[in-house]
Structure formats: structure tokens, C-alpha cells
């Protein structure tokens, strides 16, 4: 007789495009992610977190851990059973951005980081795959705007959006509220979560999911 045991993936928002992400890898075993962690004047304040790897979607890192893994632009990368392919953002705005593709325990998460570019490629589609989690900007300034987000929702067909980098109460960069993604893509607001915590097998059949986190 096996014993199968259902992996589950924490998913933890920070604001901005800080995520933290922890995967179980069975009893007592785990691998944290964090991405883009941010200096504090910005208004929000970052709590330290240990992380294996730390994804950069662009600029450079200040606060890594000496042990963490740093991924850091485009290019495929494997660390602790985590794969992740890192594509160019296809804009030429600065600073760069780099999208990635993160596979771990059979769930696809889409980080799009700071995207600037108003669509997907064919390629970069391709290159992602089939997503099960998407990460995405919605809150416009230097990043896409709410109509943007929802038309690479559309290209991408994920089964769990999560929206990130909108207005937040002590962010004192001028974005647009979470509502106008919600609006713009049929979604009627709902209570934001503390975490969200996802098996393979509980991914949403069928309609798409849009998962509201809170800092």
C-alpha cells in the first residue's frame, strides 16, 4: 500500500509584486519563493522572510538572503525541484521586466512582475504554457492598467487570477483600486484573503477564479 500525500502551495501577498509562496513537498519538507521584495519608501513595510529562491522581475536585489537562490532575467533555472523559465518583457521601456514561468508540485504559476507591454506574443504564450495561478498588474502607472490585465487574462486562460500592484492604504504610489480590474473583467468584489492555500487536485474546473489577497 502507497500513501499519497496531496502537496499544497501557500500563497502569501506582501504588496506591490512581492509574493511569498511556499510549497510542501511532502511531511516536515518545504520550498519558500519570494518575488520582487521591496525597499520601505514605497509607504508599504516588509517583514523579513527567509526564502530558498528569490525572483527578480527587474532591478536589483537588496535584501537577499546569503543561502537564497537568486533568479534574476531571462533564462530557465532549477533549484530544490522548482523549474522556472524567465522571458523578456517585449517593451522597450526601462528598467527591463522579465516574466516568468513557475512550475513546482504540478501547479504552473504566471508571474508577469512589472509588465509593461499592453498584450502577450504568440511566442511568449507558447513559452508559458498552460497556467494554472496568474500574478498579475492591474493597478496601471508604470505597469499595465486594468483593461490590459484583462485582455492578457483572456490570451492566457488561467484557472486562479490573482490581482497585485493596486492602490493600497499606506502605498504611497498612485494606483488604481483592485475594483476596476473586478469591474473590467466581470468579477463582483469579494472579501480579500488572508493567504491562499491551493492542491493541485482543488484547482477551479471550468470558470476562472479571480482570488483577491490582502497584505
Not at 509607504?43 to 535584501?63: E, F, N, T
Not at 521586466?97 to 504564450?125: H, R, S
Not at 502607472?141 to 493596486?166: C, S
Amino acid at each position: 500500500m502507497h500513501l499519497i500525500i496531496f502537496t499544497k502551495m501557500h500563497i502569501i501577498w506582501q504588496g506591490q509584486t512581492c509574493f511569498q509562496i511556499i510549497v510542501s513537498q511532502g511531511k516536515d519538507q518545504k520550498v519558500t519563493l519570494l518575488t520582487d521584495p521591496f525597499e520601505e519608501n514605497i509607504g508599504l513595510k516588509l517583514p523579513k522572510l527567509d526564502a530558498d529562491l528569490i525572483l527578480m522581475s527587474q532591478g536589483a536585489i537588496k535584501k537577499a538572503e546569503s543561502q537564497a537562490f537568486l533568479v534574476q532575467g531571462p533564462g530557465e533555472y532549477e533549484s530544490k525541484d522548482v523549474y522556472v523559465i524567465g522571458m523578456a518583457d517585449n517593451n522597450d521601456q526601462k528598467p527591463a521586466n522579465t516574466i516568468y514561468a513557475i512550475e513546482a508540485e504540478d501547479i504552473k504559476i504566471c508571474f508577469l512582475g512589472n509588465i509593461k507591454q499592453k498584450e502577450l506574443t504568440a511566442g511568449q504564450i507558447e513559452q508559458i504554457g498552460e497556467v494554472d495561478i496568474l500574478m498579475i498588474p492591474v493597478g496601471g502607472g508604470d505597469t499595465i492598467g486594468a483593461e490590459e490585465a484583462v485582455k492578457i487574462t483572456n490570451q492566457l486562460e488561467p484557472r486562479i487570477v490573482i490581482p497585485m500592484r493596486f492602490s493600497l492604504p499606506k502605498l504611497n504610489i498612485k494606483l488604481d483600486g483592485v475594483d476596476k480590474f473586478l469591474k473590467a473583467i466581470g468579477q463582483k468584489n469579494g472579501e480579500a484573503l488572508p493567504k491562499l492555500i491551493i492542491k493541485k487536485k482543488d484547482m477551479p474546473e471550468g470558470e476562472m477564479q479571480v482570488v483577491i489577497l490582502q497584505p
